[in-house]
């Protein structure tokens, strides 16, 4: 599946989707280690969220396009009527250096954009990053932004010549039924991540589960 995006400019209000074909059900292979912090204000207060796809198995390890995204729901995470005056705290990337393919950056950004499936429309909040090797990447959105019912949390590569810092992904397809994982070398059409190529490598310690490698770098 092919989404393509006309666009004036990164920043516009709109976009025109094309869709170039029309599918049933996800095409992706697995989903980006890309994961969202929310924040809900409400009375009582609510403990933060950690929104993501993955099931927390890293099983691939990618650079493939110059950005990298996952597309987020709210309707997946909460029942309605979902919680309002949702923030953006922070977004958790998952990164792994091979010496094969060495990075030649380890500086990258994580977007907040507003859009649809398969298509950011306006940029809300950006910032930067640095890249750590197997470990979670934090970075944290100071004016914590609001984010609409659906949003994309992008990570930009634009300072690499090659996609670098290379991403981990699960190797399970999504479980929503709906493609949540994006790449883009244009940020004009957005693809479905799929196992593909030469920008894709298996990972050797696949089989290590979430909580492992959290206590592995703890």
Same mark, same amino acid.
Request: net charge negative; charged share 15%; with cysteine.
């Given at each position: 599946?092919?989404?393509?995006?006309?666009?004036?400019?990164?920043?516009?209000?709109?976009?025109?989707?094309?869709?170039?074909?029309?599918?049933?059900?996800?095409?992706?292979?697995?989903?980006?280690?890309?994961?969202?912090?929310?924040?809900?204000?409400?009375?009582?207060?609510?403990?933060?969220?950690?929104?993501?796809?993955?099931?927390?198995?890293?099983?691939?390890?990618?650079?493939?396009?110059?950005?990298?995204?996952?597309?987020?729901?709210?309707?997946?995470?909460?029942? !309605?009527?979902?919680?309002?005056? @949702? %923030?953006? =705290? &922070?977004?958790?990337?998952?990164? *792994?250096?091979?010496?094969? $393919?060495?990075?030649?950056?380890?500086?990258?950004?994580?977007?907040?954009?507003?859009?649809?499936?398969?298509?950011?429309?306006?940029?809300?909040?950006?910032?930067?990053?640095?890249?750590?090797?197997?470990?979670?990447?934090?970075?944290?959105?100071?004016?914590?932004?609001?984010?609409?019912?659906?949003?994309?949390?992008?990570?930009?590569?634009?300072?690499?010549?090659?996609?670098?810092? !290379?991403?981990?992904?699960?190797? @399970? %397809?999504? =479980? &929503?039924?709906?493609?949540?994982? *994006?790449?883009?070398?244009? $940020?004009?059409?957005?693809?479905?991540?799929?196992?593909?190529?030469?920008?894709?490598?298996?990972?050797?310690?696949?089989?290590?589960?979430?909580?492992?490698?959290?206590?592995?770098?703890?």
């Amino acid at each position: 599946m092919v989404r393509v995006v006309i666009m004036i400019s990164r920043t516009m209000l709109f976009c025109v989707l094309i869709l170039v074909s029309t599918i049933y059900g996800s095409t992706s292979d697995g989903d980006f280690l890309i994961r969202a912090e929310v924040w809900h204000y409400a009375t009582p207060p609510l403990p933060p969220d950690i929104l993501s796809y993955d099931d927390g198995s890293p099983s691939w390890i990618t650079w493939a396009g110059t950005y990298r995204a996952v597309w987020f729901g709210l309707s997946d995470f909460y029942t !309605s009527p979902y919680p309002y005056n @949702t %923030q953006l =705290f &922070s977004s958790e990337m998952w990164f *792994y250096h091979l010496s094969e $393919f060495p990075w030649d950056t380890s500086e990258y950004s994580s977007e907040l954009w507003s859009g649809d499936e398969g298509c950011p429309i306006g940029e809300i909040a950006s910032v930067s990053g640095i890249a750590q090797q197997y470990s979670a990447s934090t970075c944290q959105f100071s004016e914590h932004p609001y984010v609409p019912e659906v949003f994309w949390i992008i990570l930009n590569t634009e300072q690499s010549a090659g996609g670098w810092p !290379s991403s981990i992904s699960d190797g @399970t %397809q999504p =479980f &929503s039924g709906t493609d949540h994982s *994006y790449f883009s070398n244009d $940020f004009i059409i957005w693809e479905p991540w799929t196992i593909q190529g030469s920008t894709c490598y298996p990972m050797k310690l696949e089989s290590q589960s979430w909580g492992a490698l959290k206590n592995l770098f703890n």
